[in-house]
C-alpha cells in the first residue's frame, strides 16, 4: 500500500510546501512516528477496527493539543477519517522522501520578454544547475516590459539581465 502513503504524502508536502512548513510537518510527523513506535498501547488503539473515529480524534487531541501544527492535527484526523492511519508509517517514508528531493532542487522564477526557445531554456537551466550545484526547477513568465534580456529569481537572490534594468542604470547615471 506504498501507493497510498505515496498519495497522501504527495498532498501532505504540496500543502505544507504551500505554507512554508515543509521542516515543521517532517519533524512532526516524525514524533508522531516515534510515539507510535514506542507506544504499544497509542499503536494498538489507532489500529483497533472497533474503535470509533471521532474518539481516536479525541484522544489524538487530547495527547497532541499544542504540540502539533493544526495543518499537522488536521492530516492525522484526515488519515482517520478515512480509515488509514496504519499507514502513517508508508505517508512518512514518502514525505521524507518528497523532503529530500525538494531540498536537492531550486526553484528559479526566470522572466523573459518573449518565450524562450527549447535551447535556450536548456542552456540557461544547464547554466543555473552549474552555477547552483542543484537541480534547477525553472518557472516560465513572459514578461514584455522587460524588453529583452531575462531576470532570474532564485529565493531572496535576483540575476537582473534585462535591457529594461540596463537603460534604467543608464539613464541613472547620464541624469547623476
Not at 507506544?39 to 499544542?66: C, Q, W, Y
Not at 512518512?92 to 528531493?101: I, P, S
Not at 526557445?117 to 516590459?145: F, Q, S
Amino acid at each position: 500500500m506504498a501507493a497510498v502513503g505515496g498519495a497522501y504524502a504527495k498532498a501532505f508536502f504540496s500543502l505544507a510546501k504551500r505554507m512554508n512548513k515543509v521542516e515543521d510537518s517532517k519533524e512532526q510527523l516524525s514524533l508522531v512516528i516515534r510515539i507510535k513506535k514506542e507506544s504499544k498501547a497509542f499503536r494498538d488503539f489507532l489500529h483497533h477496527p472497533e474503535i470509533k473515529k471521532n474518539e481516536k480524534k479525541r484522544v489524538v487531541t487530547e495527547m497532541f493539543s499544542g504540540v502539533l501544527s493544526p495543518l499537522m492535527m488536521n492530516f492525522f484526523f484526515l488519515l482517520i477519517d478515512d480509515g488509514l492511519e496504519r499507514f502513517l508509517e508508508d505517508v512518512f517514508r514518502e514525505y521524507v522522501d518528497l523532503c529530500r528531493k525538494y531540498e536537492e532542487s531550486r526553484i528559479a522564477r526566470v522572466i523573459t520578454a518573449v518565450e524562450l526557445t527549447p535551447d535556450e531554456e536548456k542552456a540557461l537551466k544547464d547554466k543555473l544547475e552549474e552555477i547552483y550545484g542543484k537541480k534547477i526547477i525553472m518557472k516560465k513568465e513572459v514578461n514584455p516590459e522587460i524588453i529583452g534580456g531575462l531576470v532570474v529569481r532564485l529565493g531572496f537572490q535576483v540575476i537582473d539581465a534585462s535591457i529594461r534594468t540596463s537603460l534604467e542604470n543608464i539613464k541613472a547615471v547620464i541624469e547623476w
